[in-house]
């Protein structure tokens, strides 16, 4: 009797020939009923997906890269800081310096591509989720499951259901990258105070008013936190999306892997490494509010320009 | 003011917090009391069958301590809270039952609201709060623009349009918050604690602001206030809250000099009473001379007639001009002088009766009696010395003697 239970169970669990429920037999049978029968709706998912993708890509490689850098460093400028422009410039020369210029313009249109879609996807699920404790609910495990589960594990799948190249490797960059997003998003909205909201309300805002009037425009520093997370988890990707063929610096990396290449898996690996540092210190600026308490047109190049227009004119700062 | 047509009307609002309102409702209408509904269902009574009518143009100040509903109550009445069951009636309209369409409308212009916590919008500047309302009414930019300056310019702020919020003292926050509700000209004001996060120096200085606007713009304002002080000084009527009941309703002079229980006597027993008593409650009603109606002569008997020392002088429209003195007009008829003009003293304190019993001590020290006037001007009597300090000892004792009846609850 003493025995009974814990022999029942180790009957149950070990001495089986078969699993008691086939799990990996069920999804197996799934995936595959799912690419005979709707194989062609995948296919229509990819066409804009790699449009968009093609056209970024394609615009990258043409640009110059004395342009690209004016570019970044105009940008860098005016929504962060001198230093900050100077920094990004000098990282991207020594990108280009160690050969990897053409990888990186690759990466950098994967990683904008997924990133946009995220943005697509992610905010209105985060708005979803922050207006509807149900859906908060039952969102919360499948993004702790796009999260925790390793890669390989739907690389396989979605390669049966889009193909391989790039844009299967937008998905899984995607699938790995939205989560942080949804979070945020939802966070964001849910933490903006309670008077704040009652104020809203009691000067009779509509759901939407008060979506966009108030809701967004606070949550906005959280909200770009989730876009710097993104963006950071999509460049992590880079290299677990290279094995389903895509170029970029994950290839360079994968290849020097396969041919135990050090050098030239180190200079892909040092690539993804700076841009994810430029985008990061970029996205994170772009978040924070500036210290300065200057308009935007007053700050950087405009700034500049307008200074020496004359049009320029200092806001004095407040003391009560 | 408190004689006008009702603008709101609250009949019987019952608000019980918790998952079963149906059952614990039931249970209230049954007589169940906070702790016997919170014993049986876990459910927390709100607001417990207030009824109540606020006039038009009444400032009406719900006091009571935390706990005691009077946020939930203000909150029913634009319904950031669903009250459980009852009826508020605006301008004959039941908000309690319309739907969201029409309450967003009723939000937009009858009722705007003022936050103890300010509930600014910190991402907008102190302009584009102040114009939020009319925003949401859809008011073309222009016109928003102009009338939120000018809402910012009664309270003082103007200059401050293009600030953040944050960049204001919490005074100043206050001002913003009050502005924007102005700024809709919404016929109603509920005012949450407005004045509670402020300091004290502060606080009064808002105190008296809104005072002095009220006699301006005439709204109807609902105030909540945990500051007996506060609720006594600023409310033409006061309604009292304990545990979600309504205790007590009436004008402050009321709920000083008959307390309707034990609490309320409590509650006011700290309150400076020559703070809050005005001086037209204690006037002593006298008959003045009138210029130009009667000599000197016929002054002099109509006072020995009725024993008094002096007497008021009024012109024709009704206005104190002067006093007589007793001695002075004997002196004066004597000597054969018969015009009472040469004979009386002008210069004689006044007062209005809406003046709180504290302002005048410094008048009655001189010992030289007061004339109370009406707001119009118009003489209504004298206020001497020994009236005021016999009032507020009379009082004191007229407290001990009331407070051995227990009344539970009041409805108005």
Not at chain 1, 119 to 142: F, H, K, Q
Not at chain 2, 135 to 164: C, F, S
Not at chain 2, 204 to 209: L, N
Request: proline letters at 5%.
């Amino acid at each position: 009797m003493d025995t009974a239970i814990p022999d029942f169970f180790n009957w149950l669990f070990l001495n089986q020939s078969t699993e008691i429920i086939p799990l990996g037999d069920w999804i197996s049978t799934i995936v595959d009923w799912v690419v005979t029968n709707f194989r062609w709706f995948f296919q229509l998912v990819r066409v804009p997906i790699s449009q968009a993708l093609n056209g970024i890509e394609a615009f990258l490689q043409a640009v110059p890269p004395l342009v690209f850098l004016g570019a970044l460093g105009l940008f860098a400028w005016q929504f962060a800081s001198r230093g900050l422009a100077i920094f990004s410039v000098l990282a991207m020369i020594f990108v280009g310096l160690i050969g990897a210029w053409p990888e990186t313009m690759t990466t950098l249109s994967l990683v904008i591509t997924a990133v946009v879609l995220c943005a697509l996807v992610g905010l209105p699920l985060g708005i979803a989720a922050a207006r509807s404790d149900r859906v908060e609910a039952s969102i919360r495990p499948v993004l702790d499951a796009m999260q925790t589960l390793p890669a390989f594990v739907y690389l396989v799948p979605v390669v049966m259901l889009f193909g391989t190249g790039k844009v299967p490797g937008v998905i899984v960059t995607f699938i790995f990258a939205v989560p942080p997003l949804i979070r945020l998003t939802n966070i964001g909205i849910r933490q903006v105070s309670e008077e704040t909201i009652e104020a809203a309300q009691s000067f009779g805002s509509t759901p939407r008013q008060m979506l966009w009037e108030i809701q967004m425009p606070l949550a906005m520093p959280t909200i770009l936190a989730g876009v710097n997370q993104s963006i950071m988890l999509a460049l992590s990707m880079v290299v677990i999306a290279s094995l389903i063929a895509v170029e970029g610096l994950g290839q360079m990396v994968n290849r020097g892997i396969g041919r135990l290449d050090v050098g030239l898996a180190a200079v892909g690996g040092l690539g993804i490494v700076i841009m994810a540092i430029v985008l990061d210190r970029l996205t994170q600026a772009i978040g924070k509010p500036p210290k300065d308490g200057l308009s935007w047109q007053d700050r950087g190049p405009v700034g500049a320009i307008r200074t020496t227009l004359g049009k320029r004119r200092r806001v004095p700062t407040a003391t009560p | 003011m408190s004689s006008s047509q009702p603008k709101i009307q609250i009949e019987n609002l019952v608000k019980i917090y918790g998952k079963n309102p149906e059952h614990a409702l039931k249970l209230f209408r049954e007589g169940g009391n906070r702790d016997e509904i919170l014993q049986a269902t876990g459910n927390v009574l709100g607001v417990a069958d207030v009824t109540l009518s606020i006039g038009e143009g009444e400032l009406f100040v719900i006091m009571g301590l935390s706990g005691s509903g009077k946020s939930t109550l203000v909150r029913c009445l634009n319904r950031l809270i669903e009250p459980t069951s009852g009826h508020v009636y605006i301008d004959d309209e039941d908000v309690a039952k319309v739907d969201l369409k029409r309450l967003r409308e009723v939000r937009r212009t009858k009722l705007s609201m003022v936050f103890q916590r300010f509930g600014l919008f910190p991402h907008k500047s102190v302009l584009e709060n102040t114009e939020y309302g009319l925003k949401m009414r859809g008011i073309d930019p222009e016109e928003r623009r102009q009338k939120a300056l000018e809402t910012l310019a009664i309270v003082g702020l103007h200059q401050w349009a293009n600030y953040a919020p944050s960049a204001l003292s919490g005074g100043m926050q206050q001002r913003v918050g009050l502005a924007r509700a102005l700024a809709t000209d919404a016929p109603i004001l509920l005012m949450d604690e407005a004045f509670s996060a402020l300091d004290p120096l502060i606080r009064r200085g808002m105190q008296d602001e809104l005072m002095r606007l009220q006699t301006e713009l005439h709204r109807t304002i609902v105030f909540i206030s945990h500051d007996i002080q506060e609720a006594l000084k600023i409310g033409d009527r006061v309604a009292i809250m304990k545990d979600g009941y309504l205790v007590q309703v009436g004008t402050p002079e009321e709920i000083i000099t008959n307390p309707v229980d034990d609490y309320i006597a409590a509650f006011t027993q700290d309150v400076n009473r020559a703070q809050v008593l005005k001086t037209g409650s204690i006037v002593r009603q006298t008959m003045p001379f009138i210029l130009g109606q009667g000599s000197a002569r016929a002054a002099l008997q109509d006072m020995q007639t009725h024993d008094h020392r002096r007497m008021h002088v009024v012109d024709r429209q009704g206005q104190p001009v002067g006093v007589l003195m007793r001695k002075d007009l004997e002196s004066a008829v004597d000597s054969g002088v018969e015009d009472v003009e040469a004979v009386m003293r002008r210069d004689f304190p006044t007062v209005e009766a809406s003046t709180s019993l504290e302002e005048i001590f410094h008048l009655a020290q001189t010992g030289a009696p007061i004339a109370v006037v009406n707001r119009k001007g118009k003489f209504k009597g004298v206020v001497e010395q020994s009236d005021i300090l016999a009032s507020i000892g009379r009082l004191s004792r007229n407290e001990e003697a009331d407070s051995a009846a227990p009344v539970d609850r009041i409805a108005v």
